[in-house]
């Protein structure tokens, strides 16, 4: 997640909806725990039009992120949270705000947006992909989680991001600690180092929707070896069924 992609057009929507979301209460509203199944929305992350970062490879993140948002939802419905669906934004695109509300007025208990990592400028060297020369970095790997306090369910966010690291951990994933890093675009606050858990009360999608959210950075996909994994459907699965198991861990300890 280079704070160049998802958090500048996060950080130009604060100021248009921090209003709304927090002074005048006119966000979606919080959800109460449901007892029963839990509905999970999966958001992919970005858009065709603004896909994220680009991977060593050349292949935009939003290629990445909407493959796994898809395995996920795969996985989720295969274990019986059959409600649980993937946000589809409309024609001209979903701001995040938009994307939040969508969530909510369907129902969603749960919201995982799926996105997959970059790392600041100064690490990245260039080399050629297919004649176009492409930034990639070595040494940087790993998962990240992301939470905000801000909005209504900053506790159970936490909670959900710990099953969540739990799962990845057990799973033999491990966390990128990157962000924590005391540098321009990076200083996110590490809450939980062992399990890659980041506070982050800026990401207005986590904020507006109300319900427990987390932002799911999978990988470092400027990393080669890292972006090669993910093109590998097995990877993908084992990194589904963890979320999936987390969400179950989840529910269960909400009851
Ligand atoms: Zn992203």
Known sequence: MRMSHQHRA?????????????????????HPHSPGVPVVAV???HSPTEPGAISAGGVPEHAYNRKLANDLLTQLHADGYTQSFVIKPTE???????????AVARGASILISVHHDSVQPRYLKQHRV??????????????SLFYSEAGHAGDDSLRL?????RQLRAAGLTPSLHHAEDIPGERRELVDESLG?????????????????????????????????FRDPAYREQIARALSRAVTAFAEASR
């Open 10 to 30: 996060v950080a130009a929507a604060v100021a248009a909806t921090v209003t709304l979301a927090i002074g005048g209460c006119a966000g979606p509203p919080a």
């Open 43 to 45: 958001d992919i992350g």
């Open 92 to 102: 001209k695109g979903m701001s995040l705000q938009e994307r939040a509300e969508s």
């Open 130 to 143: 297919f004649g176009r020369v492409v930034g990639y970095s070595e040494g940087i790997s790993g998962y």
């Open 161 to 165: 991001a710990t099953e969540i690291g």
């Open 197 to 229: 858990i980041y506070r982050y009360d800026k990401l207005i999608l986590l904020r507006a929707a109300g319900i427990p959210s987390v932002l799911f950075e999978a990988g470092v996909i400027v990393d080669r070896d890292e972006e090669r994994q």
